[in-house]
């Protein structure tokens, strides 16, 4: 029998190849068309529901068995993450000075975020606790967001060679 590890990375595996191929072959030729700042707020978007994993610290959403210090960096991360995608957003569609710069730091501790969440996550063995539901954020939600992460991050590279 396979264990739970295996299949949330095999489910989230399949998610990465897909939101890849979706990205790559409709949604980075079609944002193209616009502004980098509407490109990436229309990509941002997609962070600010990361408060989502609040959902965590309610009881019997997860089990009370996952370490405490594992949860926490997973709610904590994704909800500091959530409040920098909602003012990137804002600052981006008011075009205000320093709405780039925003933007990288949102990114850049998004990315981090999801990068430390793995590293504690499979540290502390969390996904041999029961999930439940949250168990589609980790197959689902998770790789759309960090493929959404990559393409901004390649658009703002971009345009700073450009600029």
């Known amino acids: ?25 409709y949604l980075v030729p079609w944002l ?3 502004s980098l700042e509407d490109r990436l707020a229309a ?7 990361r408060y989502v994993a609040l959902t965590g610290l309610l009881p019997g959403q997860v089990s009370a068995d996952v370490p405490a210090f594992a949860l926490n960096a997973v709610v904590y991360g994704d909800t500091i993450s959530a409040l920098l995608a909602l003012v990137s957003v804002i600052l981006l569609r008011a075009r205000t000075p320093g709405a780039i710069a925003m933007a990288w730091v949102f990114n850049v501790v998004g990315l981090l975020d999801w990068a430390q969440s793995q590293v504690v996550g499979v540290s502390a063995q969390a996904f041999a606790y029961p999930a439940g539901a949250s168990a589609l954020v ?10 959404t992460h990559v393409v ?5 590279f971009s345009h700073r060679r450009s600029a």
């Open 1 to 25: 029998m396979p264990t739970p590890l295996l299949i949330i990375g095999v489910q989230s595996l399949l998610s990465f190849i897909a939101f890849g191929l979706i990205a790559r072959w």
């Open 32 to 34: 193209s068309k616009f």
């Open 152 to 156: 901004m991050i390649y658009w703002l």
């Open 43 to 49: 990509l941002t978007w997609l962070h600010v529901f």
């Open 138 to 147: 980790y197959a689902f939600y998770v790789p759309l967001l960090v493929v």
